[in-house]
């Protein structure tokens, strides 16, 4: 075998590409859309380059490719937990030979930097896609949420790789009423904290993804891994995804004109996306303009709250207010993901929902000896 690096643009492309062929016989693998892939990987068009160097690896035999990877080394990850640790994404592999090559060269990458440890999938931080699908395997993937071949598992651990942590989706079906639980807990939190519950405002579209992000930042900030996106990141996927916004699909509460919490979901345009190979085709452009055709699903992506009124129990009345606001629409069913497997304070109440976790992904990690 021989592990390149890539250099140029027909290794770039093949680099994309290979993603498409490793997973094309996979009917619950659906392709993202490969402008968006090019994008997510050139430093001129995503701001997470500005603080992080990424080197793009292929594997080949016989003169052709058998796996991919990116080693990814994040200087803002390191500032901000200072644990030594570099990331891979990005991950394709035909089989445990190819796996453990491409894991090899991203381990000898990041000790030449001086970094302890290496950990992913993470394609390419924890604010986009990562983790391993290792349960959940016969259904499709929602928008932004990988998937990938129940063997990569094994081909990441027989390389030395270990649980670093799970994360959960969860599946809720909408019914016509919220569970008399969650209306019960909603009921009593309106009532006590005196909060204002409304949609997200599209014509104040900037403003509020600030708003959003500093909810996401001051909820996240403690959690497992977490390095608060910058300005431009976050309004870099906000942008990339409003054209398929559904403002039914949003809330946030505020506290005296602030926002304090919200739950933000956008509709599963995968749905539309299934056969198209990633390539936007007439006929492709078509089910995405006409996407309420085809669309009955949504995920909820952003759900947080303020710090100083995350004991205030404020999810169950975001969730019944989320289940108000879309029932009776297109969508019969959302995910909410990802979830980190120990954060009782979202599980809990998806499960008193009626919620039921459906996949889980794991982040795996290595110490360099």
Same mark, same amino acid.
């Given at each position: 075998?021989?592990?390149?690096?890539?250099?140029?643009?027909?290794?770039?492309?093949?680099?994309i590409?290979?993603?498409?062929?490793?997973?094309?016989?996979?009917?619950?693998?659906?392709?993202?859309?490969?402008?968006?892939?090019?994008?997510?990987?050139?430093?001129?068009k995503n701001?997470?380059?500005?603080?992080?160097?990424?080197?793009?690896?292929?594997?080949?035999?016989?003169?052709?490719?058998?796996?991919?990877?990116?080693?990814?080394?994040?200087?803002?990850?390191?500032?901000?937990?200072?644990?030594?640790?570099?990331?891979?994404?990005?991950?394709?592999?035909?089989?445990?030979e190819?796996?453990?090559?491409?894991?090899?060269?991203?381990?000898?990458?990041?000790?030449?930097?001086?970094?302890?440890?290496v950990?992913?999938?993470?394609?390419?931080?924890?604010?986009?896609?990562?983790?391993?699908?290792?349960?959940?395997?016969?259904?499709?993937?929602?928008?932004?949420?990988?998937?990938?071949?129940?063997?990569?598992?094994?081909?990441?651990?027989?390389?030395?790789?270990?649980?670093?942590?799970?994360?959960?989706?969860?599946?809720?079906?909408?019914?016509?009423?919220?569970?008399?639980?969650?209306a019960r807990?909603?009921?009593?939190?309106r009532?006590?904290? %005196?909060?204002?519950?409304? /949609?997200? $405002?599209?014509? !104040? @579209?900037?403003?509020?993804? =600030?708003?959003? #992000? +500093? &909810?996401?930042?001051?909820?996240?900030?403690?959690?497992?891994?977490?390095?608060?996106?910058?300005?431009?990141?976050?309004?870099?996927?906000?942008?990339e995804?409003?054209?398929?916004?559904?403002?039914?699909?949003?809330v946030?509460?505020?506290?005296?004109?602030r926002?304090?919490?919200?739950?933000?979901?956008?509709?599963?345009?995968?749905?539309?996306?299934?056969?198209t190979?990633?390539?936007l085709?007439?006929?492709?452009?078509f089910?995405?303009?006409?996407?309420?055709?085809?669309?009955?699903?949504?995920?909820?992506?952003?759900?947080g709250?303020?710090?100083?009124?995350?004991?205030?129990?404020?999810?169950?009345?975001?969730?019944?207010?989320?289940?108000? %606001?879309?029932?009776?629409? /297109?969508? $019969?069913?959302? !995910? @909410?993901?990802?979830?980190? =497997?120990?954060? #009782? +304070? &979202?599980?809990?109440?998806?499960?008193?929902?009626?919620?039921?976790?459906?996949?889980?992904?794991?982040?795996?990690?290595?110490?360099?000896?």
């Amino acid at each position: 075998m021989l592990i390149q690096p890539v250099r140029g643009r027909r290794a770039f492309r093949e680099f994309i590409n290979y993603a498409y062929e490793r997973n094309a016989a996979d009917p619950h693998w659906i392709p993202p859309l490969r402008l968006s892939e090019h994008e997510r990987l050139k430093p001129s068009k995503n701001p997470f380059f500005a603080h992080a160097d990424v080197e793009l690896f292929l594997v080949r035999r016989d003169n052709g490719v058998v796996g991919r990877i990116a080693a990814i080394d994040d200087r803002l990850h390191e500032k901000t937990h200072g644990d030594q640790t570099a990331m891979f994404g990005f991950f394709e592999a035909a089989d445990a030979e190819a796996a453990r090559a491409l894991l090899a060269t991203v381990e000898r990458w990041a000790a030449a930097r001086g970094r302890r440890r290496v950990r992913g999938p993470i394609n390419p931080s924890l604010n986009e896609s990562c983790g391993l699908l290792i349960d959940g395997f016969d259904t499709d993937s929602m928008l932004l949420m990988p998937h990938n071949p129940p063997e990569y598992a094994a081909f990441i651990e027989s390389a030395g790789y270990a649980k670093g942590m799970d994360l959960y989706a969860w599946l809720y079906e909408i019914a016509a009423q919220p569970p008399e639980v969650i209306a019960r807990l909603a009921a009593r939190l309106r009532e006590r904290l %005196q909060l204002v519950l409304r /949609p997200l $405002k599209l014509s !104040e @579209f900037t403003a509020e993804v =600030e708003r959003l #992000r +500093d &909810i996401y930042c001051g909820a996240w900030e403690h959690n497992w891994g977490f390095v608060p996106p910058t300005r431009e990141e976050f309004q870099r996927l906000a942008t990339e995804l409003k054209p398929i916004f559904d403002t039914r699909a949003a809330v946030v509460a505020e506290s005296n004109g602030r926002m304090v919490a919200c739950a933000v979901a956008v509709p599963d345009i995968n749905q539309a996306l299934k056969g198209t190979s990633g390539r936007l085709f007439p006929s492709a452009l078509f089910r995405l303009l006409l996407r309420h055709r085809y669309i009955d699903q949504a995920r909820l992506l952003l759900l947080g709250v303020a710090p100083e009124f995350r004991t205030r129990g404020l999810y169950p009345l975001l969730m019944f207010e989320l289940h108000r %606001q879309i029932a009776g629409g /297109p969508y $019969k069913r959302m !995910e @909410f993901s990802w979830v980190l =497997e120990h954060n #009782r +304070d &979202i599980n809990q109440p998806a499960e008193q929902a009626g919620a039921r976790r459906y996949k889980t992904y794991r982040i795996y990690e290595k110490l360099l000896g």
